[in-house]
Nanobody, 122 residues
Framework: QVTLVESRGGSVQAGDSLRLSCAASGRTFSFDAMAWFRQAPGKEREFVATISRSGGTTGYADSVKGRFTISRDNAKNTGYLQMNSLKPEDSAVYYC???????????????WGQGTQVTVFS
């Protein structure tokens, strides 16, 4: 059983930066790909970014490409999402997830964190 715990999000102004972390336990972290998803009020949960087991391959949603960076430190069993140039439309609950392969599809991820709120004020 894998447990994922996201760091506390926060409330920031548009243009600010924020870094989320996702601490994994219960399974060797490097065995799994990792991803971040988000869900805004009244909307479906959507893909944000994914990273392969080694960290060598990443993928991003078009809406965050060039502003967000996903990374991981397998030695620390932790993944990260660096968010720069934040916009009000980035406001959402952010979830990390792990699974066998790095994809954009939610159904391919087996374990999920509890979510953390990010609010961006204009």
């Amino acid at each position: 059983q894998v447990t994922l715990v996201e760091s506390r999000g926060g409330s920031v102004q548009a243009g600010d930066s924020l870094r989320l972390s996702c601490a994994a336990s219960g399974r060797t972290f490097s065995f799994d790909a990792m991803a971040w998803f988000r869900q805004a009020p009244g909307k479906e949960r959507e893909f944000v970014a994914t990273i392969s087991r080694s960290g060598g391959t990443t993928g991003y949603a078009d809406s965050v490409k060039g502003r967000f960076t996903i990374s991981r430190d397998n030695a620390k069993n932790t993944g990260y999402l660096q968010m720069n140039s934040l916009k009000p439309e980035d406001s959402a609950v952010y979830y990390c997830a792990t699974g066998r392969i790095a994809t954009r599809a939610q159904g391919t991820y087996d374990y999920w964190g509890q979510g953390t709120q990010v609010t961006v004020f204009s």
